[in-house]
């Protein structure tokens, strides 16, 4: 009876974990067989598609044109198809070509961890626990296709906010993707962008702390009366709009006529 047991509950968690598995990775993009949205396709709209659900517009009313057309990322059709197979392309294979001989599909640029890390912390689950935290390779680290011969996807960090480069393909924002799944894309990522004070100025009575940061963060200036000290929150959370590099600044009212202290910046994470 102990024997039959342990083989049922064995049978149950391998049932349990297939399940999460199926769930974790689709084949492909869509189900051709359905007509309706279904795996990516219902969250992210036909791959042929004009625009995407979550508001993402495609140059050309096309995503599939957006990666394929040599005006856009020029993506060589066998980085995201098998051999006669041009149909939704698929997640983790392909035929592959003489740059890239193993054939990532989807995951070539969009990396699964950061993709799984970026739908979980956004609260798209399934099956209860089966997406988990995961620690994708940070957001300055080059996808495996990015940088090679056949496609014009490039630099991660999109550090500049200009169409039809690295990772600005989409109309009318430069946000790129967010590679490693935390919520910050591109130069907003601590990664990828700048991040220091640049000048601290007595005005007065008060002092002004300036920083070089990226729009889309958040952060907080905090201080201390040594530099190995314990520094708390001088400001309340800065939220700095935008994209790409930008500077800004925090007036501690007083500051002057206070004791010397040390400043640093501390991110607020999403």
């Keep these: 009876m102990k024997s039959n047991s342990r083989r049922l509950l064995a049978a149950g968690f391998l049932m349990i974990v297939s399940a999460c598995n199926n769930c974790l990775a689709y084949e492909r ?11 990516c396709s219902e969250c ?27 005006s856009y990322m020029n ?23 003489a740059n890239n001989p193993i054939g990532l599909g989807c995951s070539g640029c ?11 912390v956004n609260g798209i689950t399934c099956y209860g626990d089966c997406h988990a935290p995961e620690t994708a390779p940070p957001e300055n680290v080059k996808p495996p296709y ?10 991660p960090c999109n550090g500049i906010a ?14 790129g993707l967010d590679n490693n799944g935390d919520n910050l894309y591109d130069m907003a990522d601590f990664a990828c962008g700048p991040y220091k004070i640049v000048q601290v100025a007595r005005e007065g009575s008060n002092i002004r702390i300036s920083w070089q940061t990226a729009g889309g963060r958040k952060d907080v200036i905090q201080a201390s009366p040594a ?37 640093r910046l501390r991110a607020v994470l999403p």
């Design 162 to 175: 200009a169409a039809n480069t690295n990772e600005n393909w989409s109309v009318g924002d430069f946000l």
């Design 29 to 39: 993009y869509k189900d051709d067989n359905k007509t309706s949205g279904s795996n």
């Design 44 to 70: 992210h709209g036909d791959f042929t598609g004009t625009n995407s659900p979550q508001g993402t517009v495609f140059p050309s009313d096309s995503k599939h044109l957006m990666h394929r057309s040599n």
């Design 75 to 97: 993506t060589a059709c066998d980085l995201c198809h098998s051999s006669g197979d041009d149909n939704n392309p698929f997640i983790k294979s392909s035929a592959g070509t």
């Design 110 to 120: 969009h990396v699964g961890s950061g993709l799984r890390q970026h739908h979980y």
């Design 227 to 263: 530099v190995s000290g314990t520094y708390t929150n001088l400001s309340s959370t800065v939220t700095n709009p935008g994209t790409g590099i930008v500077t800004t600044n925090y007036v501690e009212v007083g500051g002057a006529t206070k004791p010397a202290r040390f400043y």
């Design 146 to 155: 990015y940088g090679t011969a056949d496609t014009r996807a490039d630099n």
